[in-house]
Each structure stands twice: as structure tokens, then as C-alpha cells.
């Protein structure tokens, strides 16, 4: 219970430090014009959105830095011995979103003022660059710091899956990186989609004593809270490929790191929609050469394409998103 006061605790005050830095950031921002380009074949309501601050992710990413960096810097520092390798088991997370977010600022940046404008990196150079950093992070996460392979529900025991365990959870990264990436289309979306699942890999992470996890998983959701207090429609800024992406891959290491990635499938029921309906699309497209099987992908596109308003798109996946969150946690100690 303390563990748990603790956590929520954090996450208020993460909420805090990120709504107030949170207007500062939205006038540099608009001075050095970091607008969003929107691409020709979106919906025409989404015309107003031209020019809004992007680069948002910066907006969480920090507060989520130095909060989770500042609480945990005795044993990060090695001065506590005896929780060295607990507390230092943040670093993964906190490395791999410092990674990818830049991964995502240079996309974010090229897309705008690069040669590449309204186009950003190219598709091959950025998805080479996330594998990369994926193996890196899974060879690490499997042989320095020993998570456990896979949970599954209904068993007692951790299976083991060996070295295949690195190349699973490469797939993992990459996928839940792009599926964040794809779910952010709409104003608050991809944050209460991420924020619902780390609110759920955090109960989960506390329930198996992964104390450190468990508080950086929280003071995440308070720092997306935050965030939103700015991104929800009409939204002031966008979170861009340098929160999308970054929020993906650390919500896919949370979740290798507490063994119950599998539940991914289920609290990551909105961004897998959102990832398979663009596999789907462009799979059916090249073989019906010319032919679509959505309106428009990703899916949210798709819906708003018939009828429904941005509001509701975000609001009826949320709920969506909320209840598998909750069916996922209670999966996982089955």
C-alpha cells in the first residue's frame, strides 16, 4: 500500500512539473516554428491542425527524466549497494527514450525545415536505425539484466525461449514503437492510449515487487497527464514522432521487463488495431493493385472517414483502450 501511495504520489507531481513548464515550451516552440505539416490525403477537417506545435513529447520526456533520474540517483550512483541493481534496472527504459526520442526529434525536425520537408527521414533509414537500438536493448535486457522470458496466463512457471528471447523482443520494441507512432493522428489519442497502459503495466510491475519500474511507470502517466492538459482537442501542440516513438519502445520494455509482454496484445488493443489496419491496407492494396480495405489507415482515420467525430474517435478508444487495461491486469495474475 505504501508502494502504491508512493507511486500515485510521483504522478502528481510529474503532472505538476510538466503543465507548468509545460507554456514556456509552446512559445519556443511556435518561435523557432516547429509546425506540423498536414499531408494531402488526410481528412480536410484536419486542415486546422497545419501549423501546430509538434516536437510535444519533449513536453513529458523530460519531467519523466529527471524525476525518475533524481529518485533513483543514490543507488544509480552506486552508493546503496544493496539496491544498486534494482534501482539501476531504470536505466534501460530511461536509455532506450532518450534514444528513440532523438530518433523521433531528427524525424520530427527533417520533416519540417530538412530537405525532406512534410516528408521527414526516409521510411528504411529510421525503421534500420529502430532495429538496431531494438537488438541492442533486448541483448541487454536478456543477458545483463535477466528479466524473465515470458509469463503466460494460466502457468506457474517463467518459460524459457534462450536466444531466441532477443529477437522476439526486438519485434516487440519496433512493433509497439510504430504502433504508438500510427495511433497518434488525433488530438489526446496516443497519449491516453500510452498513458492507460503504463497506468496498467505499473499496477502490474508493483504487484511483482518491481518497486523502481513501478514508480517510473507512474510518473510517466502523471507526465502524459500533463501533456494532455495541452494535446487534448483542440489540441496546442502535437506530440510528434519524438514522444510517439519513444513512448512505444519504453512501453514495450516495460512490459518485456515485467515478463507479461504477452499482455501487450490485449492493453495494446488500440495501437495493434492501429498498426495491423496499415498491414492490412497496404497488404490488400498491392494485391488488389489499387483497391483499399479501409476507408483510410491508420484505423482512426478510417472511422472518422464515416462519420464520427474526432472526439468520439479518441474518446470511444480510450474506453476500449481502459477495459482491456483492466482485463490485461487481471490476466496477468491468473
Not at 523557432?32 to 520526456?61: A, L, N, Q
Not at 518459460?159 to 489526446?188: M, Q
Not at 518497486?211 to 511507470?217: D, K
Not at 488495431?273 to 491508420?298: C, D, H, N
Amino acid at each position: 500500500m505504501k508502494q502504491i501511495a508512493l507511486s500515485l504520489s510521483l504522478a502528481g507531481l510529474a503532472f505538476l512539473m510538466t503543465a507548468i513548464w509545460g507554456g514556456p515550451l509552446l512559445r519556443i516552440l511556435r518561435y523557432y516554428k516547429v509546425g506540423k505539416i498536414i499531408r494531402v490525403e488526410e481528412p480536410d477537417i484536419h486542415r486546422v491542425k497545419m501549423g501546430t506545435p509538434t516536437m510535444g513529447g519533449i513536453m513529458f520526456i523530460f519531467p519523466v527524466l529527471f524525476l525518475s533520474g533524481l529518485l533513483n540517483a543514490v543507488v544509480l550512483i552506486g552508493v546503496s549497494a544493496s539496491a544498486s541493481g534494482v534501482g539501476r534496472s531504470v536505466l534501460v527504459p530511461m536509455i532506450a527514450m532518450i534514444c528513440y526520442a532523438i530518433l523521433g526529434a531528427v524525424d520530427d525536425w527533417e520533416g519540417i525545415h530538412g530537405k525532406r520537408k512534410g516528408e521527414g527521414m526516409r521510411a528504411r533509414t529510421k525503421f534500420g536505425i529502430q532495429v538496431i537500438l531494438a537488438l541492442v536493448i533486448a541483448y541487454v535486457l536478456k543477458y545483463h539484466m535477466d528479466v524473465p522470458d515470458l509469463y503466460v496466463p494460466g502457468l506457474y512457471f517463467e518459460l524459457e525461449l534462450g536466444w531466441w528471447y532477443v529477437p522476439i523482443a526486438a519485434f516487440i520494441i519496433v512493433a509497439e514503437s510504430n504502433a504508438i507512432n500510427f495511433t497518434d493522428g488525433l488530438d489526446g489519442l496516443a497519449g491516453l492510449i500510452a498513458a492507460t497502459a503504463f497506468a496498467a503495466f505499473g499496477g502490474i510491475a508493483i504487484m511483482q515487487e518491481q518497486v523502481y519500474l513501478a514508480r517510473f511507470c507512474f510518473i510517466l502517466v502523471g507526465a502524459l497527464f500533463g501533456f494532455l492538459w495541452f494535446n487534448v482537442h483542440p489540441a496546442e501542440l502535437i506530440m510528434g514522432d519524438t514522444g510517439s516513438l519513444s513512448l512505444g519502445a519504453v512501453l514495450a520494455i516495460v512490459s518485456l521487463m515485467t515478463g507479461q509482454w504477452l499482455m501487450l496484445l490485449v492493453i495494446g488493443i488500440i495501437p495493434l488495431s492501429e498498426m495491423l489496419s496499415v498491414v492490412i491496407q497496404i497488404g490488400y492494396f498491392k494485391w488488389t493493385k489499387g483497391k483499399r480495405f479501409f476507408k483510410m489507415a491508420p484505423i482512426h482515420l478510417h472511422f472518422e472517414l464515416l462519420g464520427w467525430s474526432e472526439t468520439q474517435v479518441v474518446q470511444r478508444f480510450w474506453l476500449i483502450g481502459l477495459m482491456a487495461a483492466l482485463i490485461g491486469i487481471g490476466l496477468s495474475q491468473v
